[in-house]
């Protein structure tokens, strides 16, 4: 009998109904000019050297590569490549390297897929950065963390409001620290009234998230959380007219009592931070639509996320399958090689698809451990369920024929 975690689930399978392209998140360095009271030390420092441009340029040629091995058999033909960090615009050498990545992707691949450049930022940049952005990517995440100096909080904000002006699109991911909560939340209105898209986030849904105070949340505060994304679930699966007769959760309806026991944010569950729209299949075969899981443990569960992401750490020489669930095919965690060897692995993955073999992942994370950003990817209990899936999103399944 599979060891799967049974504490708490009533579905047995999701699947992704939007936003199902392959995203690389290209994670170009460590150096922030943040220093984060949650963020752990393997993510973020302020000396880490910057990767130079022939070294970018080599890493962006193996996405490239990696690309036009899979889209002939992904019917979803839209690469999604994602500058994280640290922070990704601090390296001197981005926007030049922005430049050579459209220039390539015009002159060798336009016509074979769509590429989309885009930006995970905590948005305290200047004005030169903001219009380059604009000239060069296509769309901009933006972390406002409430307990950087009023200083920066001011910068970004501005900026935000400075690429809006200017109709280019933007996320804001606030970082409810539980100790800034109401400013976050008078946040979310303004953003709310001035028509800006926005994310509550809890801090703390990662497993390696570093211990502080920022997330140790009240009861309340958990609780107007699960209110807000239970609401949004709730109108994903409303006519609309039942919709517009309902006002839903707003950012203002936070409780005022306090409660002073602390929780953390991983046991109220995550959205997808990609805000796509999944779907779970209960064991009544009924299938609901979903913006928020509460429920992420999926051990030893069927999954694809292979086909949907990958991660790059360039600091490390390193390439992953996925950030945070870090799965092998064999079964582990860990890289799936190195930037320097990437020959390699664009090689294996040539074989798999020729050979028909292309392995299917079991997810790996150990016991009670949450899954992070791939939860959103498709995945179910039993491999025959997940492979009647994957039609949805593969062309040709025969890449599967020989696989054990």
């Known amino acids: ?15 992704l109904l939007d936003g199902d392209n392959l995203t690389v998140t290209w994670d170009v360095g460590r150096r922030c000019n943040y220093d984060c009271t949650y963020c752990p030390p393997h993510r973020h420092d302020n000396f880490s050297p910057h990767a130079d441009l022939e ?20 019917k979803n033909k839209r690469l999604n490549i994602n500058f994280t960090g640290g922070e990704p615009t601090n390296n001197p050498n981005f926007l030049a390297f922005g430049e050579w990545l459209q220039q390539t992707y015009k002159e060798k691949y336009k ?49 935000i409001y400075y690429l809006t002006e200017k109709g280019f699109p933007i996320k804001i991911n606030v970082m409810f620290h539980a100790e800034y909560w ?22 703390g849904e990662h497993e390696d998230s570093k211990n502080s105070y920022a997330h140790r949340y009240t009861d309340e505060q958990l609780q107007w959380m699960k209110d807000y994304w239970a609401d949004k679930n709730a109108a994903l699966n409303k006519t609309t007219e039942e919709t517009e007769a309902e006002s839903g959760h707003n950012a203002s309806a936070v409780k005022t009592e306090k409660n002073e026991e602390k929780k953390f944010a991983r046991e109220l569950g995550r959205p997808c931070c990609g805000s796509r729209t999944m779907e779970t299949c209960g064991s009544d075969g009924c299938w609901t639509k979903s913006t928020f899981l509460d429920f992420a443990k999926f051990r030893n569960w069927q999954c694809s996320v292979n086909w949907f992401f990958l991660h790059i750490e360039q600091q490390t020489d390193t390439i992953w399958h996925h950030q945070t669930c870090q799965a092998r095919f064999d079964g582990t965690r860990g890289p799936i090689g190195t930037i320097s060897e990437c020959d390699k692995i664009i090689d294996e993955f040539r074989n798999n698809l020729e050979n028909k073999t292309m392995p299917i992942i079991t997810c790996p994370l150990g016991p009670g451990k949450h899954c992070g950003c791939g939860m959103c990817t498709p995945k179910s209990i039993e491999r025959d ?18 696989t054990k």
Do not use: W
């Open 1 to 15: 009998m599979k060891d799967l975690e049974l504490e708490y689930k009533d579905f047995t399978a999701i699947n």
């Open 55 to 74: 070294t970018l340029k080599k890493t962006g040629q193996f996405i490239f590569d990696y690309a036009t091995l899979m889209f002939p058999y992904k």
């Open 111 to 159: 016509d074979d897929f769509f590429m989309n450049l885009t930006i995970t930022s905590n948005g305290a940049f200047g004005k030169k950065m903001a219009d380059s952005v604009c000239e060069n990517y296509g769309f901009m995440t933006i972390s406002y963390h409430a307990e950087a100096h009023a200083s920066l909080k001011k910068q970004v904000i501005n900026n």
């Open 385 to 402: 369920d997940l492979m009647k899936i994957m039609p949805q999103h593969i062309e040709d399944m025969s890449i599967f024929e020989n």
């Open 182 to 203: 109401d400013e976050c939340k008078d946040l979310c209105m303004q953003f709310e009234r001035d028509g800006i898209g926005y994310v509550p986030r809890m801090i």
